[in-house]
């Protein structure tokens, strides 16, 4: 080892290598871009801004992103360099505020319009489209007719994304080129295969769904006797089941429904399609629509993914 050392010190070996008397040695070779599979989530999708973050403050480039749903929208503000505006907009948020931004529609395909959300993403990105990007995006939603995955990756991208996040039931769905999409979260929670199809050679998943249901058990369970809610006891009356769970309501009933499909559906799309490395932030006890949680939810993912930097920059290295 020493002889080699010396040996490669010699000039005459330096300059047949194109390196001059004193020049310094060559630059280790760059590290692999990741690509990165945003998933679906609602009110906890706001952890991947604190995932972007870390990955910035740590100097790993991100060379591609698919997302998702709500990870369709930060993904898209992030490469539009709209990241700081959205993060601010999400901070923001109170119970109020998000009140006041829906738009109720009872007589249309979704309690919310959305067109007040649209709004305010029209403000700061009116006009930006895929083309206008400098790393590839993939905006994956459904369609509602066929049940067809769709990637969008070129054209508008307020569009795409106002599309990739349209839950079925509370906002409607939008009409792109003939077909009426939904959220991509039916069909492809985590995007893993979007960035496999773009031969992306370090995939990183960031799963927001992962310590939801833990195994999800099957139970051998009596069903009992029946309880409808409209033979609760009145005052001084006694019955030997009252019910303990709080009321979900229609939406409720609509957002926790969609949720179990999310998590069952990643599930089998992971198993299937791996990635080559998954953070997941617990995110749990953050409910889907506590959108003024925003604060919490940035803070958990950038935990998890500075608590895997190390792991990450390996991976980088070998697949460099």
Same mark, same amino acid.
């Not at 505006?85 to 109020?96: G, N, Q």
């Given at each position: 080892m020493l002889e080699w050392a010396s040996f490669a010190s010699r000039s005459d070996v330096r300059e047949?290598?194109?390196?001059?008397?004193?020049?310094?040695?060559?630059?280790?070779?760059?590290?692999?871009?990741?690509?990165?599979?945003?998933g679906g989530g609602c009110a906890r999708g706001w952890a991947h801004i604190g995932v972007l973050r870390a990955l910035d403050e740590a100097g790993i480039e991100v060379s591609m992103i698919a997302g998702t749903s709500i990870g369709a929208l930060v993904g898209g503000c992030y490469l539009s360099g709209k990241l700081d505006?959205?993060?601010?907009?999400?901070?923001?948020?109170?119970?109020?505020?998000?009140?006041?931004?829906?738009?109720?529609?009872?007589?249309?395909?979704?309690?919310?319009?959305?067109?007040?959300?649209d709004a305010r993403l029209r403000e700061h990105m009116t006009g930006i489209r895929f083309e206008d990007l400098p790393?590839?995006?993939?905006?994956?939603?459904?369609?509602?007719?066929?049940?067809?995955?769709?990637?969008l990756s070129n054209g508008s991208l307020i569009t795409a994304m106002r599309a990739s996040y349209a839950l079925p039931g509370v906002f409607e769905p939008v009409t792109c080129?003939?077909?009426?999409? !939904?959220?991509?979260?039916?069909? +492809?929670?985590?995007?893993?295969?979007?960035? =496999? @199809?773009y031969e992306q050679p370090l995939v990183v998943a960031v799963n927001l769904h992962y310590d939801l249901f833990g195994r999800a058990a099957v139970i051998k369970h009596s069903a009992g006797e029946l309880f409808v809610e409209s033979d609760a006891p009145r005052a001084g009356q006694f019955t030997s089941q009252p019910p303990h769970q709080t009321r979900l309501g229609i939406t409720? !009933?609509?957002?926790?429904?969609? +949720?179990?499909?999310?998590?069952?559906?990643? =599930? @089998?799309?992971?198993?299937?399609?791996?990635?080559?490395?998954?953070?997941?932030?617990?995110?749990?006890?953050?409910?889907?629509?506590?959108?003024?949680?925003?604060?919490?939810?940035?803070?958990l993912g950038y935990q998890a993914t500075m608590s895997q930097i190390g792991e990450l920059t390996r991976l980088q290295s070998v697949l460099a």
């Open positions: 047949a290598n194109g390196l001059s008397e004193g020049a310094a040695d060559p630059k280790p070779p760059k590290k692999t871009g990741i690509s990165l599979a945003l505006e959205l993060e601010e907009f999400a901070r923001s948020l109170t119970k109020r505020r998000i009140f006041g931004l829906l738009d109720l529609n009872l007589r249309g395909s979704g309690l919310f319009g959305g067109m007040k959300l790393k590839p995006f993939v905006a994956v939603a459904s369609e509602i007719r066929t049940g067809h995955e769709i990637w080129n003939g077909r009426v999409l !939904v959220d991509g979260a039916l069909v +492809n929670p985590v995007p893993v295969s979007v960035c =496999r @199809a409720g !009933v609509m957002v926790e429904a969609f +949720n179990i499909i999310q998590d069952r559906i990643s =599930r @089998a799309r992971l198993a299937g399609d791996p990635p080559d490395m998954s953070l997941q932030p617990k995110l749990s006890h953050i409910g889907l629509t506590e959108f003024h949680r925003a604060d919490e939810a940035i803070r």
